[in-house]
């Protein structure tokens, strides 16, 4: 089946490194993307990684390893606006995009 | 660019009443538009996929004549909750996807939530 697992709540700190990791089992695959979601908003892009290895934009980055069917996005000096879900999907081969339950941050001063 | 609308953005309605929500795509043209429901601390649910010109594809347990899709063109796609109830309550978001340069980018609406009372 088709599968995207991460976890459900993160506290960090402010100024901190946070990592959310996901894992993923798709029918074929044509990338992995990371959406920031504001409670009660619609998702925004973050990143979107199809080949491996990290992707740096600004103060967050993406990693993406094929083979092990694993990502990550990785926060660098958080600010309280972080505070956010922070959803990973995958697009499978039928580009059709499965996404996670999310992951919900917690941005503590 | 890559800017996509939804209209309403919020809506309260009768229990029995339908409901029609718009998602353009205002500066490209979308071969393909995806509905979403999400209800509160859920992630995204695709509901359907909407091709301009032909019948939208449900996901399963999506009732299609419940929820009826219409993709008449390259930037409109509609989304009609029919016979609303209360448990049709939720935040109901499009995403455009773009075909430029091969890429399939997703491009997300602002949603709108749907209030039955």
């Known amino acids: 089946g088709q599968n995207i697992d991460q976890p459900t709540e993160m506290t960090a700190t402010e100024g901190a490194i946070v990592q959310i990791n996901c894992t993923y089992q798709?029918?074929?695959?044509?990338?992995l993307f990371w959406y920031q979601q504001h409670a009660g908003e619609a998702p925004t892009f973050l990143s979107y990684?199809?080949?491996?290895g990290l992707e740096e934009k600004g103060r967050f980055s993406s990693f993406l390893s094929r083979s092990k069917g694993y990502s990550y996005l990785l926060l660098k000096e958080l600010q309280m606006k972080d505070s956010a879900s922070y959803l990973c999907?995958?697009?499978?081969?039928?580009?059709?995009?499965?996404f996670g339950a999310g992951t919900r941050l917690f941005v503590k001063a | 660019g890559a800017v996509v609308s939804q209209h309403p953005s919020w809506v309260i309605c009768k229990s029995g009443t339908s409901v029609k929500i718009e998602c353009r795509s205002l500066d490209f043209q979308a071969t393909t538009m995806f509905w979403y429901r999400q209800f509160p601390k859920q992630s995204l649910m695709l509901m359907a996929t909407s091709n301009e010109g032909s019948k939208a594809t449900y996901e399963q347990g999506v009732e299609k004549d419940k929820f009826l899709i219409n993709h008449a063109s390259l930037t409109l796609s509609t989304l009609t909750v029919t016979s609303a109830h209360p448990e049709d309550s939720s935040f109901y978001i499009c995403s455009a996807q773009s075909e430029a340069g091969g890429s399939y980018e997703q491009y997300f609406g602002p949603g709108t939530r749907l209030t039955v009372t």
């Open positions: 999907a995958a697009r499978n081969g039928g580009f059709k995009t499965i």
């Open positions: 798709t029918s074929g695959f044509n990338g």
């Open positions: 990684n199809v080949l491996d």
